[in-house]
């Protein structure tokens, strides 16, 4: 009954893992979808007054820069990462459903997923110009002739809004990878006393059983002592084989030597057939060894 609880336990440890390590998982893939959507965000919005084949254009040319810029993020790949160093175990049909490498993110899984969680939006040109306006004077940045933020200076605040979301996103998964170490660690720590309590068990079982069986088996009696020796021959030099019973009686040794001819050395167990061989014309009388 405690070998099967045991079995239980470690069963249950085990699932536990699994499912944990998928949850885990789930988690960090949404993230890199995510992370994909927020750098679209930092994309030029796209105009509304675009004709169907140029808005078409427009948004493969998006995807385009948005994927090379996805495999190129530094959180994008950390993140990637992540969820293969927790996916790398699954079967190859369950793997596969994960973004597990950055080089995966080509323009069609980005299509895939900026059409899933944050599509693009096409911008009214006069809407864009007095949301554009606001915040470029927020921004105290240098304007050009038109009225619009300096490209150099637009190209650089992208930039920093990146680096900084970068780096936010390297403390995250730093730390969500420390945590899923030591949930990983805990587990294992589980299953490896769940093992050692099972096989402590099943040692105290088989020295019982041991136990049990010397007390039920019958204990086998010699028939050979000093006063009743088992005697046997080697007639005309020829090798002679007596019966003995090991189990019962042991080893054999030479009581008395009876023959002129000297029995050192010339005697030998056959334990697996259950019997002595005496040779080169030895005759003596053999008891138990103890």
């Known amino acids: 009954m405690s070998t099967l609880k045991s079995f239980a336990v470690l069963a249950v440890v085990l699932a536990a893992g699994c499912a944990d390590k998928t949850k885990e998982a789930d988690r960090l893939n949404a993230e890199v979808k995510s992370e994909v959507c927020r750098i679209k965000e930092t994309l030029p919005p796209m105009s509304a007054a675009l004709a169907a084949a140029e808005r078409d254009a427009a948004v493969a040319g998006a995807l385009e820069i948005l994927s090379e810029k996805a495999r190129k993020s ?43 969680q944050c599509p693009f939006e096409f911008i009214d040109d006069a809407m864009d110009a007095t949301a554009e306006a606001p915040a470029a004077d927020a921004l ?69 059983s041991a136990q049990m069986a010397a007390t039920v088996a019958p204990k086998l009696s010699c028939p050979y002592n000093v006063a009743n020796p088992l005697k ?59």
Not at 80 to 103: C, G, H, I, M, W
Not at 258 to 277: H, N, P, W
């Open 140 to 208: 105290g940045d240098a304007v050009v002739d038109g009225g619009g933020m300096d490209e150099a200076a637009m190209a650089a605040a992208e930039d920093a809004g990146i680096a900084a979301a970068d780096a936010q996103f390297a403390a995250e998964a730093e730390r969500a990878r420390l945590l899923a170490e030591a949930e990983v660690a805990r587990a294992r720590k589980e299953a490896l006393q769940a093992e050692r309590e099972l096989l402590v068990e099943q040692r105290r079982q088989a020295e019982q």
């Open 74 to 116: 530094p959180a994008l790949i950390a993140k990637t990462r992540e969820v293969n160093a927790l996916v790398k175990d699954f079967k190859p049909s369950d793997r596969f459903t994960y973004l597990f490498d950055a080089s995966r993110l080509d323009e069609s899984t980005v299509r895939q997923i900026i059409e899933a």
């Open 232 to 290: 046997c021959a080697s007639r005309e030099r020829q090798p002679t084989a007596c019966a003995w019973n090991f189990e019962a009686c042991g080893m054999p040794r030479l009581f008395k030597q009876e023959s002129k001819t000297t029995c050192t050395g010339k005697m030998s167990a056959d334990q697996a057939a259950g019997r002595i061989i005496i040779v080169d014309g030895c005759r003596g009388l053999f008891v138990p060894e103890f």
